[in-house]
């Protein structure tokens, strides 16, 4: 007997940590396997930031703090959003969340109705639509290929906008793609919505600082686009900091009151040490940032090369984040070993079981032609990575 709510019935699990989870279990049986499933830097988290931890316990900040965050933690964010951003924000308008993931979700379940339209464009990041479906709403899918460099154009918005949506969620640098988005490009988007003042935007900027073209640009930097604008961020990606659990929102005062609302029934604040480590984070050198982009930047050049001489991939240059996404339908059909290849996802259990490499099928991205590998890992694992899939490739008639 089935006696699990509709609600969670009709969820699926994330791939990404299904993927992951695979790959270790594997590895716990002795297997050789190298995960590029994940997507989380593999640097460790700098030690300014561990310090400020660590003296926080010391100092006993072990109490509930504010649900939105203790004020020292907002007020670093709010000088972030000024300095790096050059958006001026109260500190009550924002509310800080375990996560990039808690604050997307939260905001998207104070925002949409039951039957709410959510545009999603695809690739997306795999939660997006599962969580518009856990707030009853309805992701519109706009499909974005790899030809149009994985981001969807002003036309392709207007013909997705109807009176039922709600909202647009837009993440720029991307996951799973690595497209970023160019001021004009979201000036563009920005015009469009301006015709239709009841959608708002979530922009998720979790990879903002992992940026290979220069500044990054927000849609809340476009007149008129602020106070329709929920910014979501955090340290997970820029400082290395996946397992603090410290996202953020910024966004307009009823929006940021709803959540603080919502997340003092559920959560509460979170972890009150983590959100010192994080204040460090944002007030400390940002050296170390830029040492790992730097880093992630190399790596995304020598997957690129490696990449463009698998046969049968298609690959883009991906301008942030650190995935690859190649397009790799010229396999679907073959077979090895008794074992046929009918989509992305037979492809990425064939190459984690016959090549011993985890990378995510992209059906869960909304993208079944195409493969995720994370590049965060260092160079070794990429050259043997890429050597291995190869392989196990070639060996697909
Ligand atoms: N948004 C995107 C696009 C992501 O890739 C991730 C990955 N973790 C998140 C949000 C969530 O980040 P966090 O670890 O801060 O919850
Ligand atoms: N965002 C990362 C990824 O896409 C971490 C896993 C997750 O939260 O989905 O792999």
């Given at each position: 007997?089935n006696?699990?709510?509709d609600?969670l019935?009709s969820?699926?699990?994330s791939?990404?940590?299904a993927m992951?989870q695979k790959?270790a279990?594997l590895k716990?049986q002795?297997v050789d396997?190298?995960?590029?499933?994940?997507g989380e830097?593999?640097?460790?988290?700098?030690?300014?930031?561990k310090?400020a931890a660590k003296?926080a316990?010391?100092e006993?900040?072990s109490?509930y703090s504010?649900?939105?965050g203790?004020p020292?933690l907002r007020?670093?964010?709010?000088?972030?959003?000024?300095?790096e951003?050059?958006?001026?924000y109260?500190?009550t308008?924002?509310?800080?969340?375990?996560?990039a993931k808690?604050?997307?979700?939260?905001?998207?379940?104070?925002?949409?109705n039951?039957?709410?339209?959510?545009?999603?464009?695809?690739?997306y990041?795999?939660?997006?639509?599962?969580?518009?479906?856990?707030?009853?709403?309805v992701p519109?899918?706009?499909p974005?290929?790899?030809?149009q460099?994985?981001?969807i154009t002003p036309?392709q918005?207007?013909a997705?906008?109807?009176?039922?949506?709600?909202?647009?969620?837009?993440?720029?640098?991307?996951?799973?793609?690595?497209?970023v988005?160019s001021?004009e490009e979201?000036?563009?988007?920005?015009a469009?919505?301006?015709?239709h003042?009841q959608?708002?935007?979530?922009?998720?900027?979790?990879?903002?600082?992992?940026n290979?073209?220069?500044?990054?640009?927000s849609?809340a930097q476009?007149?008129?686009?602020?106070?329709r604008?929920?910014?979501?961020n955090?340290v997970?990606?820029?400082?290395?900091?996946?397992?603090?659990r410290?996202?953020?929102?910024?966004?307009?005062?009823?929006v940021?009151?709803a959540?603080?609302?919502?997340q003092?029934?559920?959560?509460?604040g979170?972890?009150?040490?983590?959100?010192?480590?994080?204040?460090?984070a944002?007030?400390?050198?940002q050296?170390?940032?830029e040492?790992m982009?730097?880093?992630?930047?190399?790596?995304?050049?020598?997957i690129?090369?490696?990449?463009?001489e698998v046969?049968?991939f298609?690959v883009?240059?991906?301008?942030?984040?650190?995935?690859?996404?190649?397009?790799?339908s010229?396999?679907?059909?073959?077979?090895?070993?008794?074992?046929?290849?009918e989509?992305?996802?037979?492809?990425?259990?064939y190459l984690?079981e016959?090549?011993?490499?985890?990378?995510?099928?992209?059906?869960s991205f909304?993208?079944?032609d195409?493969?995720?590998?994370?590049?965060?890992t260092?160079?070794?694992?990429i050259?043997?990575?890429?050597?291995?899939?190869?392989?196990?490739l070639?060996r697909?008639q």
């Open positions: 007997m006696q699990l709510s609600r019935n969820l699926s699990p791939a990404t940590l992951s790959s279990e716990a002795g396997v190298i995960n590029l499933s994940v830097p593999d640097f460790n988290t700098p030690d300014h930031i310090e003296k316990i010391d006993n900040y109490r504010p649900v939105s203790y020292a007020n670093a964010i709010v000088a972030k959003l000024k300095n951003n050059g958006l001026e109260a500190a308008q924002i509310s800080c969340a375990n996560g808690q604050s997307v979700c939260n905001t998207i379940l104070v925002l949409v039951p039957g709410d339209e959510v545009i999603v464009p695809a690739p990041w795999v939660s997006y639509p599962e969580m518009v479906k856990l707030a009853e709403g519109v899918v706009v974005a290929g790899i030809e460099n994985f981001k036309a918005l207007e997705a906008i109807t009176p039922k949506t709600k909202a647009l969620i837009l993440c720029s640098p991307s996951n799973p793609t690595g497209s988005y001021a979201l000036a563009a988007l920005a469009v919505l301006e015709k003042p959608v708002m935007v979530i922009a998720d900027e979790i990879y903002e600082h992992i290979y073209i220069g500044r990054h640009h849609i476009v007149p008129g686009m602020k106070e604008t929920i910014i979501v955090g997970s990606k820029a400082y290395a900091m996946t397992g603090w410290i996202g953020f929102i910024a966004g307009p005062e009823w940021v009151k959540v603080n609302k919502l003092g029934q559920y959560t509460s979170p972890c009150s040490v983590s959100q010192k480590a994080a204040e460090a944002y007030t400390g050198t050296a170390p940032v040492e982009r730097q880093a992630f930047q190399r790596r995304r050049d020598l690129v090369k490696l990449a463009k046969p049968g298609e883009n240059v991906p301008e942030g984040a650190f995935y690859l996404f190649p397009k790799c010229s396999y679907f059909g073959k077979s090895a070993d008794g074992r046929k290849i989509t992305s996802d037979d492809l990425a259990m984690l016959v090549g011993h490499v985890a990378c995510v099928g992209g059906t909304g993208a079944p195409c493969i995720r590998m994370s590049y965060a260092s160079d070794e694992n050259v043997e990575a890429i050597r291995r899939i190869k392989d196990a070639a697909l």
